[in-house]
């Protein structure tokens, strides 16, 4: 990435304007060890700052709404430690937006929804480890699933980005085994976020598309779109089991705070003042 980007193009013009002089350098782990030693300030995509003048950069699921963070942890975002304000703000703005973003991101797919009477669940990596952003292993996971929703199939899906080991498949072909109701296959996930009745996940971004479907999402992973889930973390394991059941959020509103209130969309003429706001939040000397 080079200053020709959208994005990159308006920090650098943002520095500019403010006086600093700007570097691009590789995204290796020896130029953002050196970055600490160099005089100014450093700005890292996707990567955790490594000092207190460095910030990383990363997209926000989808372009051009982009996060400026001290942090590249998605759950200890600017986001993810605000209250969702709900019934505030233009409701003709924020379903304008969110119909535009649907039919952008699936055209008329979120017209034909339907409830299907299963539970979809999108799987990531590392099924059998319990990272510490997590109630529980996304093995554990499922067991949970199975048990708390003893009606409803329910279809786990492969990452199609993830290598799954042996130990790991076997711990699904186990699962499958176990419960009848379990199908565990390669991952369609506009047609799963479709039919489903709700998404279970620890916090793939999957469970914010089903947001455009307007389906209720379990997390049992920590994570910046957390407001209008059930939170495991936060309710437990059977209350959130209870409470998706119910769920009737504000989806449109949601989606509108979350990307054109809170994110940076860099298609907008005000991006580079909120690029500079964000930068002076940060503590630079803007």
Same mark, same amino acid.
């Given at each position: 990435?080079?200053?020709?980007?959208?994005?990159?193009?308006?920090?650098?013009?943002?520095?500019?304007?403010?006086?600093?002089?700007?570097?691009?350098?590789?995204?290796?782990?020896?130029?953002?060890?050196?970055?600490?030693?160099?005089?100014?300030?450093?700005?890292?995509?996707?990567? $955790?700052?490594?000092?207190?003048?460095?910030?990383?950069?990363?997209?926000?699921?989808?372009?051009?709404?982009?996060?400026?963070?001290?942090?590249?942890?998605?759950?200890?975002?600017?986001?993810?430690?605000? $209250?969702?304000?709900?019934?505030?703000?233009?409701?003709?703005?924020?379903?304008?937006?969110?119909?535009?973003?649907?039919?952008?991101?699936?055209?008329?797919?979120?017209?034909?929804?339907?409830?299907?009477?299963?539970?979809?669940? *999108?799987?990531?990596?590392?099924? @059998?480890?319990?990272?510490?952003?997590?109630?529980?292993?996304?093995?554990?996971?499922?067991?949970?699933?199975?048990?708390?929703?003893?009606?409803? *199939?329910?279809?786990?899906?492969?990452? *199609?980005?993830? @290598?799954?080991?042996?130990?790991? !498949?076997?711990?699904?072909?186990?699962?499958?085994?176990?419960?009848?109701?379990?199908?565990?296959?390669?991952?369609?996930?506009?047609?799963?976020?479709?039919?489903?009745?709700?998404?279970?996940?620890?916090?793939?971004?999957?469970?914010?598309?089903?947001?455009?479907?307007?389906?209720?999402?379990?997390?049992?992973?920590?994570?910046?779109?957390?407001?209008?889930?059930?939170?495991?973390?936060? !309710?437990?394991?059977?209350?959130?089991?209870?409470?998706?059941?119910?769920?009737?959020?504000?989806?449109?509103?949601?989606?509108?705070?979350?990307?054109?209130?809170?994110?940076?969309?860099?298609?907008?003429?005000?991006?580079?003042?909120?690029?500079?706001?964000?930068?002076?939040?940060?503590?630079?000397?803007?």
């Amino acid at each position: 990435m080079t200053g020709q980007h959208n994005f990159i193009g308006k920090i650098e013009q943002v520095a500019i304007n403010a006086g600093f002089r700007v570097e691009f350098r590789k995204n290796s782990s020896e130029e953002r060890g050196k970055s600490a030693t160099r005089r100014g300030y450093s700005m890292f995509h996707m990567d $955790d700052p490594e000092h207190d003048r460095a910030l990383t950069f990363r997209r926000v699921y989808q372009y051009p709404f982009w996060a400026i963070e001290n942090s590249a942890k998605r759950w200890e975002w600017r986001v993810a430690q605000a $209250d969702f304000p709900v019934e505030k703000g233009s409701r003709k703005e924020a379903d304008r937006f969110y119909q535009f973003w649907q039919n952008r991101l699936f055209g008329d797919a979120t017209e034909t929804k339907n409830q299907g009477g299963f539970v979809y669940v *999108p799987l990531q990596g590392k099924l @059998l480890d319990h990272r510490s952003f997590q109630y529980c292993s996304p093995v554990e996971m499922l067991s949970h699933v199975m048990t708390q929703d003893q009606d409803r *199939p329910v279809i786990a899906t492969l990452h *199609p980005n993830e @290598l799954y080991s042996d130990k790991e !498949l076997k711990a699904l072909d186990q699962l499958v085994q176990k419960h009848p109701r379990l199908t565990v296959k390669p991952g369609d996930m506009q047609a799963m976020l479709r039919g489903c009745d709700y998404v279970v996940t620890q916090n793939s971004a999957a469970a914010f598309s089903g947001y455009f479907f307007a389906k209720p999402a379990i997390l049992f992973g920590r994570i910046d779109f957390h407001h209008i889930a059930a939170n495991v973390h936060m !309710l437990g394991v059977e209350r959130a089991f209870e409470e998706v059941q119910i769920l009737k959020p504000d989806y449109a509103g949601y989606v509108h705070w979350f990307w054109q209130i809170m994110s940076i969309n860099a298609g907008r003429p005000d991006a580079e003042s909120k690029i500079k706001q964000t930068l002076i939040r940060a503590g630079w000397p803007m």
